[in-house]
Structure formats: C-alpha cells, structure tokens
C-alpha cells in the first residue's frame, strides 16, 4: 500500500494508446467498465451525472471492510442521477483527470460538505501497447474519521478497476 495521501496502479494494455484513450474518456465506454451509466460527456471544468445500474450488496461491503481490517460503516445508496465527478483536465491521448468524493457511498461522508480527490490516467505508449497509470490523491484532506477506510476501500477498487478496463480495452 502507498502512503496514506495517495493510490497508484499501473498496468499495461495490450492496446494501442488511442484505443485506452478512449476507453477513459468516451463516458460510454468509461462507463462500461467502470459500472456506472453515464449522462453526457466528460468536459473540462464541468460535471458529470450518472446512476449505477446494479443494486449495492451492504452484507458484502460490509464484509469486505472487516477483511481490510476496518471498522465498518453501512452505505448510503445514492442517489439517481448523483453527480460522479468533475472534470479537470483533458490532454488528448495523455492524460485526463477529474475530482470526485473518495467511498462517496459510505453513510459517514457528507455529499454537500466533502473534500474530493483527484484521480488521474496518464497513458503512454511501450511496447506492449499502453501503460496506464491511475492515481488517487489528497487523501490528506478527507476527515479523519473516513480517511483510513475511504484510502482502503478505492485502493482495493482501483486494483478491480484496472483490472476491468484491461479486459475491456483488450477484448478478453
């Protein structure tokens, strides 16, 4: 695990840039394998809304925050439309980041009043395809309260979501 402040994860695509590129920024496809439906585009400065399509299973993230160690918290399901993130910054075939609330699901954070990360792709061209990067960061300003389990829990989604945008991106 990184320090307390921010996540990293990297991992390669078997794909060409251009073809990562638009799995991050096309809210479509973004959406596809991030498991959210989204309604819009992504564009700099503005937000984004969206629903989950699936139902929250409580029991199961419960659980897993046990497994982590942590002391649980229950969910707050949210709300349809809830506004995912903000975009910040478009460069094309590069990078692309947007600020969102870190575990914004967990009852304890407060949607109108919660400080947001910032969570960046960068993507450059090797020879296998694409190395993407995603990092999480500004940790350092969620409430201590939520800090620990809010770091834990997106360290372990974003381990899934690298994962799920591999498969996506490489067909598999």
Known sequence: MNSITHIEKTVTLKAPVSRVWRAMTDAREFGSWFGIELAGEFVEGEAISGSFPHEFDEAAIL?????????PTRIRVPAKPLVFCTVERIEPERYFSFRWIPYGIDIEADPDNEPTTRVEFKLEAVADGTLLTIVESGFEHVPV??????FMMNDAGWSAQAANVKRYVEGA
Do not use: P
């Open 63 to 71: 659980e897993f925050q046990r497994k982590l160690g942590l002391s």
């Open 145 to 150: 309260h939520r800090r620990q389990r809010a």
